[in-house]
């Protein structure tokens, strides 16, 4: 059954792509060598130029220097990097006071609730309707003793944009550092830190078509940042670990395989979902913004009907769909971004989000529509509340 | 020049087994969606179960249940998230007390060290001249209050294999928490948590033909522990990040595929070595400890001569060995396994360490002890240290 189903859920994205693999393969059986033994040792020389010229590839992507490229095991631990040891090296130099959105996801929000529970003042800035975050409340909250500002590049769920140059502009006038989570935003949406004063940068392989377990932070150089996994010296002394070299690989060779004419592509499929959905089923509500929004999210309410409920159903069909994000797919609890951006629970419950990635096709957006159609009409078919309406 | 290496260092033990990148293969390519998507999505389901499988080989291997075992990215991860994790539940309720090994491997000795920097007491207890550890300091130094003990199973250098069981039966007895760092000993030693009494357990992916990148931590029911990386619920609410499907089933396989057979093949490899350069070298110096050492490792000084550039030579002719550990290599620094079990730094730089892994063979060994005599004989020539003999 698996062979016949139709990816459009955040594993369109995370599945890999088999160049990414036939990259990595020498670093397996061929080159695997730890990099640090550079000593009089041909084999660790030569991983070792594999993961520099990886970094090398991740810094050329964002404009920064090989040295401000930190290699971590993903975007989790690249943004708790950032927030907690930015917040370490601060400690007695500025206010135990963080800025994030309302709409961040979990690892820099459950950071954020967590330094709460240390004696931490968090503000959560909010977004408008289209999640885009209220400058003027973020100015008004920053403080030149402000530890730190984390916004997020791309929301994980609707897609929103953030203005992350005037954002940067205001931390860097004021003297804050700012850290982003692009995760959701990386090589699908061009950032350049040589132009946009962003500090710190979390990014990740699983959402371009790269391993798991891979991610990096792009740290400004002279960033004040403690050491948070202690350990051995590797990457410059900033992240302990035996460095994962193939991953490091397939990282470089999934960002390379990124195109402008693949993200034109996924934008296609994106306006089309949304075009169909729009003008052929009643009663729909696109979340986020029309325009500041990434080339390979659309995020739709159907009202009256159920998030959970539709999945099944397009389960059954073959079909492969998020509701929320992947995180709130464990409980069903409430999307914190949908609730963000004025949403109630009906609209949060009610949302599907599709995410598209390199091997789907403008075929899977109209079949994922025909069958969606069809199973919104059934399920208001029975719905106490298609009803009341 | 590559094909032609043999290699006798950390990576002899590093090299991916094909059946493990066999096993991860369908992780990438057909069943990759994200785990937590559990609601009407059979793919997330099947990742799901792949994922729990994973687990419950690798909780089998050490007579846990699978419930007391996160995935993490390795065995630095692992140690930073038992130390920290522990240490933060325990800070109201125990002293600011850690007691660890001298000899221990970065992850653990460097977490200690930043414990101190932050009003931690670390006792550091001595080993003897084999590196075994002396438990009358041990018994002396817990102090009911005391948070953790965290002592090495077996060293990364010099591979002495501590007495787990009478050390955790010592903590158990004092009701202090055990953890130990199993990365240089899993699966090469066996381990039965239920019946020794440790409490935290660091594993490793990457010693055992493994991927890099991935570890688990076992955790004994009810020990308490903080969520150190905060963000999502994975990992029943304890380690937050993607799960990294293909890494756990690739670690899964790697322990999978050790035997004792295998391993009984390792220690003649490592007992050979010894002998011919015990019998055919004069002036060598076994580090560590005859009985009392994982299969895989031998670590011997060739004394008057630089262990930097013996492995410059036997580079040059198609050996990697390593020079301390994986870690020192990077810096000249002398080795603190060495200097720890009462070695000088002539001791310590004139030391090799040869690890043995799935691919080498008795003729490598016999390759290598050919070339290292030779190579010894070369540079003892033109030492003025052995001249002054």
Redesign the interface.
């Known amino acids: 059954?698996?062979?016949k189903?139709i990816?459009l859920?955040?594993?369109a994205s995370?599945?890999?792509d088999?160049k990414v693999?036939e990259a990595m393969?020498p670093y397996?059986?061929?080159?695997?060598?730890?990099a640090?033994?550079?000593?009089?040792?041909?084999?660790?020389i030569?991983a070792k130029e594999a993961l520099q010229e990886s970094r090398q590839t991740i810094a050329s992507s964002i404009g920064a220097s090989a040295e401000e490229i930190v290699f971590t095991?993903?975007?989790?631990?690249s943004?708790?990097m950032a927030i907690k040891g930015v917040a370490a090296a601060l400690l007695n130099k500025k206010d135990k006071h963080i800025i994030v959105s309302k709409l961040e996801?979990?690892?820099v929000l459950?950071?954020a609730?967590?330094f709460e529970k240390n004696g931490y003042k968090v503000d959560y800035i909010s977004v408008d309707s289209e999640g885009i975050l209220d400058l003027e409340e973020l100015k008004n909250a920053i403080t030149e003793n402000t530890a730190l500002v984390s916004i997020q590049h791309a929301n994980q769920e609707i897609g929103t944009l953030q203005d992350i140059e005037a954002i940067a502009n205001i931390c860097k006038e004021k003297g804050v550092l700012l850290h982003s989570d692009a995760t959701h935003s990386y090589t699908r949406v061009p950032i350049d830190v040589s132009k946009v004063p962003v500090d710190l940068l979390t990014m990740?392989a699983?959402t371009i078509h790269g391993?798991?377990?891979?991610g990096a932070l792009y740290i400004r150089e002279g960033t004040p940042i403690n050491?948070w996994?202690?350990?051995?010296?590797?990457e410059s002394n900033r992240r302990?670990?035996?460095?994962?070299?193939?991953?490091a690989v397939g990282f470089a060779k999934a960002v390379e395989l990124v195109t402008p004419e693949e993200n034109e592509f996924l934008k296609s499929l994106r306006d089309h979902i949304i075009k169909r959905a729009e003008e052929e089923i009643p009663d729909v509500t696109l979340n986020g913004s029309r325009s500041q929004r990434v080339p390979h999210n659309a995020n739709i309410t159907f009202h009256y009907v159920e998030g959970?409920?539709m999945?099944?159903?397009?389960?059954m069909r073959g079909f492969?769909v998020?509701?929320g994000s992947?995180?709130f797919?464990?409980?069903l609890e409430a999307s914190h971004v949908i609730l963000g951006i004025g949403g109630d629970h009906e609209r949060a419950h009610g949302s599907l989000r599709f995410t598209f990635g390199r091997y789907n096709t403008k075929e899977d957006v109209d079949a994922i529509i025909d069958a969606v159609g069809e199973i919104v009409e059934q399920l208001r078919a029975i719905s106490p509340l298609y009803e009341k309406k």
Chains 1, 2 share one sequence.
């Open positions: 059954m698996l062979d189903m990816y859920d955040n594993a995370t599945r890999l088999e693999l393969k397996y059986f061929d080159i695997y060598a730890v640090t033994s550079e000593f009089g040792y041909s084999m660790g030569d095991s993903g975007d989790t631990e943004s708790n996801d979990f690892p459950n950071t609730k967590a990740s699983h391993p798991r377990g891979v050491k996994m202690d350990g051995g010296f590797q302990a670990g035996l460095e994962n070299i193939p991953g959970e409920s999945t099944l159903h397009l389960d492969a998020s509701t992947a995180c797919s464990r409980s």
